[in-house]
Structures are given as C-alpha cells and as structure tokens.
C-alpha cells in the first residue's frame, strides 16, 4: 500500500536501504553460502550421519525418485531458469570480471567459458544446498521428532520449547516475509516472460508497452490478466493438495523440459552445447572454492568499481534470491522428502538440479551464443531483452511455423511451472502460519495467500518493474539469512545427538521413544 499511494518516494527509500545493505552485508552473503555448501558435503558424506534417516529408520519414502526430482525442479527453479538459461549465458558473454578486466574481448569465442563458469556457479551448488540444508533441518527434526512442519521447528534442538512462543512466531514471520519476495521476484520474471511468450505468438501488441528507458516490457493490463490467470491456476491446483495438483503438474514440467531441451539438442547446436556443458562443469568445479570466497573490493578505480557492481548484480542479488526463496523450497523439499536418508537427500537435492540446471543452460545458452558467434543471429537474440531471448533464438533457429509451435510449448511450459511454483508456496505459506497444519485444514487462508502474493507481483511489476521487486527482496532476505545460520548450528546439534543416543542404545524417533518408555514402565 506504501508503494502504491507514494510511489516516488517508497522507490528512493527502497534503493537507498538497499545500497546500505548491500555495501554492508555482500561479504555475510557470499560467506554464508559458501559455509552451507561445505556443510551440507559434510552432513552427506560423514558415515554415520549420511545414513541416518528423515523419519522412522524402516520408513519409505512417499513419491518415487522420477516424482521426487520433478517436484524438486519445478518447485525450486524452473521459472528462473527458462528465463536464464539463454539471458546469463549471453550477459557473461558481454560482460564479466574478465571482460572487465581487459584480459579478454566481450562476444568474442575467449569469452564463452568464463560466461558458462559464472553460470554455473549461479545455478549449481549454492542454489540448491542453500535449499538442502533448509530442508533438512526443518524435515529432520519435525519428521523423527514428531514436530508440526513448520520453520520454528528446525530450532527447537536449539532453543528448546521457546520456539513454542513468541519466539518461534518471529522466526516463522520472518520466513512468511522472505518466502513471499523471494516467491515475488520469481514470479515477476514468470509473468514478464509469459507475456512477451504470448506477444511472440501474435495475441495482440496490447500485451507489451515500452517503458521510460525505451526497452519494450509487459503492459499494466498485461500483468493483471496474467496474474488472475496464473494466481486463480495455482489456487485452484494449492486446494487439491501436494498429491494430486502439484504431483502431476510437475510431471508435465520434466516431460516438457525434456522435449524443449531435445529439440535445442537436435535442431540447435547440440554438440557444441555437450562441449560446453562438459567444460563449463569441469570450469565450475575447479574454480569453486576460489570463486566461492571472492569478494570483490574497490579502491577507487574504475575497473574495481565495475567488478564490485558486477558482483552485486549477480553473484549477491542470487545468494539473496535464493536465501529469500528457501524458506519456500526447503518446506516443500521437507514436505516432499520423508523416508529418505541424509545422504540420499543431500545429493540428491544438491546434484541432479544442479546438473538438470546446467544442461539446460549448455544447451539452450550454447544454442543461443552459437548463433551470435556465427553471425547467423547477426544480433538479433543479444539485442532483445532477458524475458525475450528465449524466443529470440528459437525464432532465428526455426522457420516461422515451428518458432511459433515451440514458442507455444514454451508459454505453456512456462505456465505450468509458474503454477506449480506459486501453488507450492501457497501451501508453504499457509503452513507456516499455520504452526504446520495439514493444507487441508486452513482452505480459506489458501484462497488469501493467492491473492496477495497476486497483489504484491502485479503493484510492484506496475509501479517500479522487476527492478523494485528485487529489491525489496534482498532486504527482506536479510532476517532469514541469521535464522538460515542457526539453522546450520541446529541441525549439526541434531544429528550429533541422534548419534550419541543411538550408541548408547536410546531411540532417536518420537515414536520409538514413547514405545521405549511405554517397554520400560511396564517392566
């Protein structure tokens, strides 16, 4: 409402609280999750507590591997990476710390594997074991403690029963808050990139508006229809629960991401996409630790500047996003993941979207850089904005009819996953402030969270673009990143008392411990 009725000065006030955060807090969030990375590798691969398992120990997991990575995907990263799987390639293809140094040419062929490692880094380890060690200290300890599913109570091996107080209420308004601008920044790319999909497919040029800075975006109408289509989808598909709605919607994600990525194996520049997906990992790899604990500092020079607002741009605003976003996808990985063993968990989680990500941007980017490189795009696709280089290069890459075959395939993959995401936070909201309720139970807060996070999207998309949404959510990012903190420290507490009870003989589960006490006093 603030941003509504005092538009300018809500942006000013926004931009400067985000200039202070950010020249505060850039080293917490590149440190942090670098520090998640090394502890969710070291959760897995320690014997003794990879083994231990998230739930009963004789317990099944609920949804079979194929269902299980779906949701996971399509929960956690589709919308982002349909809109960058061609858009970060080609940004690091023009500009990155090398290209700003001067030791390479921007679009030259010496340019591409810096691009795809700076992806890679993005998109891989960080994202998803920021996520993994969310999920894992909320699901561990709620499933084998008997705890409702809620954020609160990843805490309680820490802090005990004040997180049944109002203690426990700010950390889960908290994670509302994070959870509904990371959601919200998702969102927004979703819905720009719905809306410039179905302007390529020729639904009217009523759907775009060009903008102060001359750069053709989503109009105001545009955005509303969007958002009452794609918000009343994913409340109707939030109502029929994780089961049914979410389970097959994301189903028909994977098989569509399969098909999409099979025609840019095919019909676009497969084999050099392979390349650069094997060099780009290897790249990533071996860069990792180093790039991992790069911050940047300037001491006035123009190249110093530059590269520090590089990283702020990217590097920063993801560890935000995703830190924002994983209050969201680590109850649903929670939700989703009972009956798996930590170990099981882990890589699973940290490796096959980190991987499924990389193959998608090897393919879909190496694609769309190759058609530069080659002067076939003659820049066409490098010209265009980030929510339309998708299109642009299938438009280069096919005939007309097929680019507007595919096009469709993509607005309606694009669709799905904006649906199943924004279904799945709807349900995590809800059960977050629901002290960990079964969705069920609370259908009427279902029905309200779909409209406000409708409302915040499309207020802040028409007011002040993508740019606004960002952020404000790296600002509301910045009270969960602590709580993401104790969560680390809490779910090591955790396990390594699993592990003490468990070798003196004592149950580790809620349930074995009443059937222990029950032994006991009738002996």
Known sequence: MWAIFFPVRAMETLKVANSTIIASFSGWYVYLVASLIVVCGGLALAPKIGSLRIGAP????????????????????GIGMLTYSTGEPLAHFTNNPDIIRGTIEAGSAEAVRPA?????????FGAWCTYALVGLAIGYVSHRRGLPLT???????L?????????????????????????AVTMGLGVQQFVAGLHRIDLGDWLMAESAEGAMTASAAAIVIALLVLVGASTISALSGVGRGIKWLSNINMALSFGLLALFAVAGSGIYGLKLLGVGIWDYIVTLPANSLTLFSSNGSEVDD???????????FYWA??????PFVGMFIARISRGRTIREYVFGVALVPSLMCFLWMGLAGGTAIDLELSGIAGGKILETGISDQLYATIAVLLNPTAALVVSTLVVVLLMTYLITSVDSAILIVNTINGAGEDEGTRRYHILFWGTALAFVVGSMLILGGIDAIRITMIIGALPFSFV?????????KAVAFDLIRKKHGVPTTAEACQEWTEGQASA
């Open 484 to 492: 993401v903190t104790l969560m680390c420290v809490s779910i090591i």
């Open 58 to 77: 004789d317990e099944k997991p609920e949804f079979s591997a194929f269902s299980w990575f779906s949701m996971l995907f399509g929960a956690g990263i």
């Open 321 to 326: 996003w995703w830190i924002a976003f994983a």
């Open 306 to 316: 530059a590269l520090v607002q590089w990283q702020l741009d990217w590097s920063v």
């Open 151 to 157: 954020i609160r109570s990843s805490l309680v091996p």
């Open 116 to 124: 795809f490692m700076w992806t890679f880094l993005h998109w891989g």
């Open 159 to 183: 802090f005990g029963k004040s997180m049944s107080g109002m203690a426990g209420h700010i950390v889960d308004v908290v994670a509302v808050v994070a959870t509904i601008l990371g959601v």
